[in-house]
């Protein structure tokens, strides 16, 4: 079959490789991509939010499966209108991809559902919140309601810091549209985790989990950001906490959906915090995790292709999903100033130093050939380093000797991907 990816990041040439392998991939496209997602698919210059441009192109070109990445074109209907084209997919339709692109919405489903996740209120006046909070011991969780590209939520230490994190995004509009409701939830203590279930808009099946390292410099400090490494799978959760977070929040959850003609198809990401008193969800995402994809799929023994293709066709029943013993560990290489400003166009040489590495490979997330053929950076988050070995311990340590031998000096990473697993190792 003739396949379309819609994305550029890691996720999507971590996705690109697995498919460019499936012997039911004919042709690849990807929409918009990037230079190393160039070596597994045609690139097609096409932005992600230009919904009728990717449609009429894939109609052009006779594609009949397209697989979704990022949150933005779910939330804008691009699986709508590839349904409406006759177009499968694989993502969810608008109002099911809601779970992410409100929060509110996402906390609706969970009352109903007695999904167990942080208690609430939301507020459209700003006075009113205020009032909440001043009444509140922190820390005090505020979430502005819609997407905010990871950055919509402040974790406040103090009334004074709840009360300007209310003023940013509802009075000084810092979110937009996306911060005119507020979400305001209690704090939850414990180890956070990343849960990731296939569900064909009927079933849901458990696919993996991994752990993301937000902050952007080493010991979780500095801002948060898309995410600057991960691992999988995450050592905390066992296969008896698998089936708890299947049948606790999963399955009631996909249940829900349905129920209100809403049926969820696609990757359901479940952002977990791991609570003295059980697993409670923080998020839901409607996508795969990035860098999560970077860990999971290169981990992966099924055809990620058939996988998906199944799913989309509510056949999740029919297909096997089959990992490779051992872990994969992943370290972002990002520019510096990322999370802040940057600047685009720095050479970047010995990805195939780095590649020769045994169990590594190295995922493009925002990279760029210039006129004279170099490999150069085009965003923030660039590359995404992932190794493969039999424990942890040892893809640390391989990712890590790949990352030493690219040649970036206008790039920077952490050098702590890991630490939770590796002290959990050592206990
Ligand atoms: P979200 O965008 O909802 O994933 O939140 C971003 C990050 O904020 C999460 O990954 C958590 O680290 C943190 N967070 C969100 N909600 C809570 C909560 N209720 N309690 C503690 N931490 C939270
Ligand atoms: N790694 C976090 C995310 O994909 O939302």
Request: with cysteine.
């Amino acid at each position: 079959m003739k396949v379309l990816v819609v994305g550029s990041g890691g996720r999507e040439h971590a996705i690109c490789k697995a498919v460019a392998k499936s012997p039911l991939c004919e042709k690849l496209f990807c929409a918009p991509g990037n230079a190393g997602i160039a070596a597994d698919a045609e690139c097609l210059p096409i932005k992600v939010d230009d919904t009728s441009g990717i449609v009429s192109k894939a109609k052009e070109l006779g594609v009949t499966f397209v697989i979704i990445g990022p949150e933005i074109p779910l939330s804008l209907g691009l699986a709508d209108e590839l349904d409406s084209a006759g177009i499968l997919c694989f993502g969810p339709k608008k109002e099911a991809a809601e779970l992410e692109s409100s929060k509110s919405f996402m906390k609706s489903v969970c009352d109903r559902a007695h999904v167990p996740t942080a208690s609430y209120k939301r507020f459209t006046d700003a006075e009113a919140a205020r009032t909440y909070v001043s009444s509140k011991k922190p820390p005090i969780v505020i979430k502005a309601n819609g997407l905010a590209a990871g950055k919509g939520v402040t974790i406040a230490l103090s009334v004074e810091d709840a009360l300007s994190a209310i003023n940013a995004a509802m009075v000084d509009n810092v979110f937009g549209s996306s911060g005119s409701q507020v979400v305001i939830e209690d704090f939850l203590d414990g180890e956070e985790a990343s849960f990731f279930a296939l569900c064909d808009g009927t079933s849901a099946r458990f696919f993996a989990t991994a752990q993301d390292h937000k902050a952007v410099y080493d010991g979780d400090k500095g801002p948060n950001t898309g995410g600057m490494g991960a691992y999988s799978p995450a050592p905390i959760i066992n296969d008896a906490m698998r089936e708890r977070v299947m049948n606790e929040i999963i399955r009631p959850t996909i249940e829900e959906m349905k129920r209100i003609g809403r049926p969820y198809r696609g990757m359901l990401y479940a952002g977990l915090m791991m609570t003295k008193a059980g697993p409670r969800l923080i998020e839901y995402n409607a996508r795969f995790g990035d860098p999560e994809a970077e860990v999971m799929i290169p981990l992966l023994k099924s055809d990620l292709l058939e996988i998906l293709y199944a799913c989309a066709r509510g056949k999740l029943c029919d297909v096997n999903v089959e990992f490779k013993d051992g872990a994969a560990l992943g370290v972002v290489m990002a520019t510096d100033g990322y999370p802040g400003n940057y600047v685009k166009g720095s050479i970047i040489r010995g990805i195939g130093r780095a590649e020769a590495v045994p169990g590594v490979t190295v995922y493009h997330a925002a990279t760029k050939r210039n006129a004279n053929g170099d490999l150069t950076s085009n965003g923030g988050r660039v590359l995404c380093v992932t190794a493969l070995a039999s424990t942890i311990v040892e893809a640390q340590k391989t990712a890590y000797q790949a990352v030493d031998q690219i040649d970036w000096p206008e790039g920077f990473c952490r050098r702590d991907i890991g630490w939770r697993a590796l002290t959990r190792a050592k206990r």
